[in-house]
């Protein structure tokens, strides 16, 4: 996953979160029973039957996506609300609105979606060595 500020590797046992804006790299070990989206998209979207409530009715935004807002079961969440902007048709997720605690909005915009007619390599899911120049790296494995 990327975009202009972060971009996330994972290859199953670490994982990287490239922040740009912040020139800072962190490594952890991969968690995959945790279910922050920005963390772990595929255990978010895994988790969404057991960790959300939503409303069963959906809308069309202006945008012509289904919307459809997450409220987490956990009170201890560092958010109050995620909102899914699902696509007519394909049913893509297309936006996600992450809502935090203190109001902070942050809005990721999925664009596009790549396929390809090879397997993926095992280092396509890796941060490539050498780390950009001039960003400090936080390893905490």
Same mark, same amino acid.
């Given at each position: 996953?990327? $975009?202009?500020?972060? +971009?996330?590797?994972?290859?199953? +046992?670490?994982?990287?979160?490239?922040?740009?804006?912040?020139?800072?790299?962190?490594?952890?070990?991969?968690?995959?029973?945790?279910?922050?989206?920005? +963390?772990?998209?595929?255990? /978010?979207?895994?988790?969404? =039957?057991?960790?959300?409530? /939503?409303?069963?009715?959906?809308?069309? =935004?202006?945008?012509?996506? &289904? #919307?459809?807002?997450?409220?987490?079961?956990?009170?201890? #969440?560092? &958010?109050? #609300?995620?909102?899914?902007?699902?696509?007519?048709?394909? /049913?893509?997720? %297309?936006?996600?609105? &992450? #809502?935090?605690?203190?109001?902070?909005?942050?809005?990721?915009?999925?664009?596009? @979606?790549?396929?390809? $007619?090879?397997? !993926?390599?095992?280092?396509? @899911? %890796?941060?490539? +060595?050498? &780390?950009?120049?001039?960003? @400090?790296?936080?390893? !905490? %494995?």
């Amino acid at each position: 996953m990327e $975009n202009n500020e972060l +971009e996330l590797f994972c290859d199953g +046992e670490n994982k990287w979160i490239v922040n740009h804006s912040g020139k800072e790299i962190s490594i952890f070990h991969h968690d995959p029973g945790h279910t922050d989206i920005v +963390e772990n998209p595929m255990g /978010f979207f895994v988790s969404l =039957d057991k960790g959300y409530t /939503f409303s069963e009715k959906s809308s069309l =935004d202006n945008k012509g996506l &289904y #919307t459809i807002e997450l409220k987490p079961k956990n009170k201890h #969440t560092a &958010y109050k #609300t995620i909102t899914l902007g699902i696509e007519p048709g394909s /049913f893509n997720p %297309r936006l996600v609105k &992450y #809502t935090s605690k203190d109001n902070t909005v942050y809005t990721i915009i999925i664009s596009k @979606f790549t396929s390809s $007619n090879q397997p !993926l390599t095992p280092s396509s @899911f %890796r941060l490539p +060595e050498p &780390y950009p120049s001039g960003y @400090f790296i936080n390893d !905490l %494995r």
